[in-house]
């Protein structure tokens, strides 16, 4: 097993998400528990030492499931995180009820690893008002008293949202885990979070490095390209060798479903076998040609925004309608675009075609628009 050391811990690379635990008849809900203890089992007897849960995963059964898991080996054997819901509207205010609930459940006395969860467009603004939710000093308040030994967050929002919350509490941050992976390193601007997090000395934790299960399974073509650069790699490892090679990631997150996934996983990180050069612009071609399928060239130029009479961020909703149109649906755009005001949504284009006019790239942009209000029903 491959470690990184992390103020003073040695942290196994290859981290256990417990977000797609074996589950009963195809039920997110339904656990297999003993499929899950086995797993724990072999993780552990493996060199995984480092555990990632949330309150919502799995119908709210996951942390439980993880507690029983994990309860059974000396607690000093393994690192657990886990997250403060504030993906949920719902949540925000409830920082201190929920968070000893968590405890509870995980049958611990305190978190190792803790995140605030999923800062994004959607809540951003919640995380950052603490007079109002008081999210921020009562996780630090946890802190001080060792309910949480490292704070950090997880991020799905853009840049500007990454950009807020460091200014706001990066100082105190001691981890970021961010959808990382080839094609999200120029898709979702992976390369300058990066950089950014860089600069502020801020490891990186990954989440989705098979960005859902699409780079574990490639066209035919591009997995020949692949086995002629490294005949024995498998497929999936290449997303994980891409990522072993950014010296800052430290923990990289699997959500694993089934013991052959995890025994190909602990494969992968038993040695270190980072990307030459070549192997690294064989996946960027890949990537490319992966995002050039039902996506729109939109460069982000902003020559369109002049030309709206609605005042609309276009590049920022095509650049919404790329990740929605390519994962096929998801949570991302529609959780970006519910923070939005009503006039500023794609269903505010009134197919003027103005923007068009100025357009380098040509994109029909009104009847992308369209298309989008479509998509998302």
């Known amino acids: 097993m491959l470690y990184k050391d992390f103020q003073g811990l040695k942290l196994s690379m290859l981290g256990f998400g417990a977000m797609r635990l074996p589950v009963i008849d195809g039920d997110d809900d339904r656990i297999d528990e003993p499929a899950a203890m086995r797993m724990v089992d072999t993780a552990m007897r493996s060199g995984i030492n480092y555990y990632d849960t949330a309150w919502g995963y799995h119908g709210e059964n996951s942390e439980l499931v993880m507690g029983k898991a994990l309860g059974r080996y000396p607690r000093e054997s393994y690192y657990i995180a886990t997250k403060f819901p504030g993906y949920d509207p719902a949540n925000w205010a409830k920082v201190r009820e929920i968070f000893p609930r968590q ?20 809540n951003i603004d919640a995380y950052l008002d603490d007079e109002t939710y008081g999210i921020y000093s009562y996780l630090m308040e946890q802190k001080r008293c060792g309910r949480i030994r490292h704070l950090g967050f997880s991020c799905h929002g853009g840049m500007d949202v990454l950009k807020r919350f460091l200014a706001a509490y990066g100082k105190d941050m001691e981890f970021c885990q961010l959808q990382l992976n080839y094609l999200d390193w120029t898709f979702q601007n992976g390369r300058e979070k990066v950089e950014l997090l860089d600069r502020q000395n801020i490891p990186i934790w990954v989440m989705e490095p098979l960005r859902g299960g699409s780079l574990a399974r490639l066209a035919p073509e591009d997995e020949a390209a692949l086995k002629a650069l490294r005949p ?33 996983n602990l494969k992968t990180f038993s040695e270190d076998k980072k990307l030459n050069a070549a192997e690294t612009d064989a996946l960027r071609a890949i990537a490319e040609k992966m995002l050039s399928a039902g996506t729109v060239p939109c460069t982000a130029c902003h020559y369109c925004v002049s030309h709206c009479p609605q005042g609309l961020d276009i590049p920022g909703l095509l650049a919404l309608y790329n990740e929605h149109a390519f994962t096929g649906g998801g949570f991302i755009a529609p959780m970006a675009l519910s923070a939005l005001p009503e006039d500023k949504r794609p269903q505010a284009c009134l197919g003027c075609r103005s923007c068009e006019q100025v357009c380098p790239q040509q994109i029909r942009i009104s009847e992308v628009l369209a298309d989008f209000v479509k998509k998302l029903g």
Do not use: T
């Not at 995980?106 to 994004?120: A, E, I, R, T």
């Open 232 to 264: 024995e790699e498998d497929i999936p490892a290449w997303a994980f060798r891409f990522l072993q090679s950014i010296p800052s990631v430290s923990v990289i997150l699997s959500g694993m479903s089934s013991e052959e996934q995890l025994e190909k």
């Open 103 to 122: 405890l509870e459940k995980l049958g611990v006395d305190y978190f190792d690893f803790y995140l605030f969860h999923n800062v994004c467009e959607m």
